[in-house]
């Protein structure tokens, strides 16, 4: 629609004749009336009180539709995924130099474009394109991807250095993304051994925490039964991953999964599963409590990686402490009456 269209449409959904818009805008009737025939536009100064007027956007007066605009968009540029994933990549080019004659600067096209012209041959202005659209991309994901295709082509003219620290420029997540493909023997090696060991740690974390998480009600998130399914697939998970078991810092996830599964077990009333367990929360625990900051790991996927330390909450912090206070819970009560019951305390003090 027009400008003289949208204006009058909105005047009549008003049930505003001409000469009643004018008045309350302090302007003749004939203005109006220009307007509505496309003769003419009004002052930009009274675009902020015409949409106020009508309610709407001055976007909207102007006959910028943003929502349909991005729609269209993403159709072109999907439409040109398709075609270069099925092997057309010049008819995918085409269409995304089409779609961007009508939408100039439409960023996601151009980081498209910059893609597809990598994969062809075209060098230079791929890798024009895709500094374009990092310099003006707020959209971290778009900034990442003209990154990515800037560093391949940068790789690809020898500029290897260049590419590398093209790639730590962006957020850490989305480094290891880019790097794994522009390095090399040993730096390569050592980028996917920490990816590896980073991505483990947090994938057995977020499981171990998924079993406590509760609801915005204060309600578990998972049953019992399902609880004890989390917490066994953490611990199968440091078996797989640390077949040497070099846990070190994740000892305490362990040693936490182990007296969670003992709680469940004396829920249950299976008292010599529950003291297994605890057993294992205590071992798990003492490797944690003594684990050398700086040891290099072992085990196959990640070794070479140290893990660091951890913060203390004191400098006589001592995590047999925390241990203690873990046995000394009331949901193991039951449990203190038995006859092994002592030797597992005195594993701590040893």
Not at 90 to 118: C, K, T, V
Request: charged share 30%; proline share 4%; glycine share 4%.
């Amino acid at each position: 629609m027009t400008f003289g269209q949208i204006i009058k449409k909105l005047r009549r959904e008003a049930d505003y004749t001409q000469e009643a818009l004018a008045d309350l805008l302090a302007i003749s009737p004939q203005a109006v009336s220009r307007w509505e025939c496309d003769q003419a536009m009004p002052d930009i100064a009274l675009l902020p009180r015409i949409a106020n007027l009508f309610g709407v956007s001055a976007d909207y007066l102007l006959g910028i539709d943003f929502e349909s605009r991005d729609r269209r968009i993403t159709e072109i540029r999907e439409r040109a995924n398709r075609l270069h994933a099925d092997g057309y990549c010049g008819e995918a080019i085409s269409i995304l130099r089409a779609g961007l004659l009508s939408y100039p600067n439409a960023l996601p096209l151009m980081a498209a474009l910059s893609d597809a012209l990598f994969l062809e041959g075209q060098l230079d202005e791929s890798l024009s394109l895709a500094e374009w659209v990092m310099d003006h991309a707020t959209d971290m994901d778009l900034h990442v991807q003209a990154v990515f295709t800037a560093c391949c082509v940068l790789d690809h003219r020898d500029q290897h250095d260049r590419a590398v620290e093209l790639a730590k420029t962006v957020p850490e997540c989305s480094q290891h993304d880019i790097l794994r493909h522009l390095l090399t023997g040993s730096e390569r090696i050592r980028e996917l051994r920490h990816e590896t060991f980073v991505n483990c740690e947090t994938v057995l974390s977020n499981l171990f925490f998924l079993a406590q998480a509760k609801r915005d009600d204060g309600t578990p998130e998972c049953t019992p039964g399902e609880r004890r399914r989390l917490y066994e697939m953490v611990l199968a998970g440091y078996a797989l991953f640390y077949e040497d078991g070099d846990l070190f810092f994740d000892a305490q996830f362990a040693a936490q999964a182990h007296r969670e599964l003992a709680r469940l077990d004396v829920s249950e009333g299976r008292e010599d599963d529950a003291m297994a367990h605890l057993a294992e929360c205590v071992t798990w625990g003492l490797r944690f409590a003594d684990y050398d900051p700086d040891a290099p790991h072992t085990s196959l996927a990640f070794r070479g990686e140290a893990d660091g330390g951890y913060v203390r909450k004191s400098p006589d912090d001592d995590f047999r402490d925390e241990l203690a206070a873990w046995l000394n819970d009331e949901d193991f009560a039951p449990l203190r009456t038995r006859e092994d019951w002592p030797a597992l305390l005195r594993r701590l003090h040893k």
